[in-house]
């Protein structure tokens, strides 16, 4: 009896796991559409696409590898993942190492969104005006999903969650001072491959994403409860059955 118990939950764990990771990557497909649209706007990628879009424009004109902006997300993910490690060092927990599943995945959703958002009709300024807010929306609600899943964090937050546990700066600072350091490097490699600022890729919509997105996503987060029910449901055909058998004897 012990034993049947040990693998039932054993197999609800699993069927739990599976099923956290199913709505993380809804989550993220959600978050890489608010990306690719504020890309599209021309007024200024969201801060972690910042550097990974210039280097893609690099490696259009030859000076970089030929990657595309999810590609070069996932090497700047790895780069993150890496500076976790060097941060935390023998605090830095193995599990975090998922992140670069999570990195990975992210970048290859980026790229689909991408592709399906190129045909964006966005030729004026007010339509790129409202591609860039909903974009930053967009994202906004795609990471509060992604908060609720509580799966390993993404590496552009284990930076400043490394450097708040270590230095005891709050989150919220630690936060701020990367998002700065990743638009910096974006600006310098503008400078650096096409010896000007690329305003296309860091400008208004950019400083408006770091204003935006995180006070969007505090004032969705209250409304999407629901997500915790459909977070703890639990997908199985025996269930269904169950269910249905249970409805048809309590109508007999």
């Known amino acids: 009896m012990d034993i049947e118990i040990s693998a039932n939950t054993r197999k ?6 599976l ?13 890489t559409l608010g990306v690719a649209i504020c890309v599209r706007s021309s007024l200024g990628s969201s801060v972690i696409s910042t550097a990974p879009y210039v280097l893609e424009l690099a490696g259009s ?3 970089v590898p030929a990657l595309t902006i999810g590609e070069w997300t996932y090497v700047m993910n790895v780069a993150l993942v890496a500076l976790q ?11 975090q190492l998922f992140q670069l ?18 045909s964006l009709p966005l030729d004026t300024l007010a ?32 930076v400043p ?29 503008g400078y650096l491959y096409f010896g000007t600022w690329l305003w296309n890729v860091v400008g208004f919509g950019t400083l408006f994403a770091m204003l935006y997105v ?36 309590r109508n007999r």
Request: glycine letters at 8%.
């Open 12 to 17: 609800d764990r699993i069927i739990g796991f």
């Open 19 to 31: 099923w956290q990771h199913i709505l993380l990557i809804i989550s993220l497909y959600i978050m």
């Open 61 to 63: 004109q030859n000076y």
């Open 85 to 95: 490690i060097a941060i935390l060092r023998r605090r830095f927990e193995p599990v």
């Open 101 to 118: 599943v999570i990195g990975f995945l992210f970048g290859w959703l980026l790229d689909l969104n991408m592709a399906a958002t190129a």
């Open 127 to 158: 339509a790129k005006i409202a591609a860039q807010a909903i974009g930053c929306t967009v994202l906004a609600i795609g990471i509060a999903f992604e908060i609720r899943c509580g799966s390993v964090t993404m590496p552009g937050e284990g």
């Open 161 to 189: 969650a490394a450097i708040s546990r270590i230095s005891g700066i709050p989150f919220a600072k630690a936060k701020i001072a990367v998002d700065i350091s990743l638009v910096t490097i974006a600006v310098a490699l």
């Open 214 to 249: 995180g006070m969007a996503v505090k004032a969705i987060a209250p409304h999407i409860a629901w997500f915790d029910r459909i977070l703890c449901y639990r997908p199985g055909f025996r269930r269904y059955i169950y269910g249905l058998a249970r409805t048809i004897s």
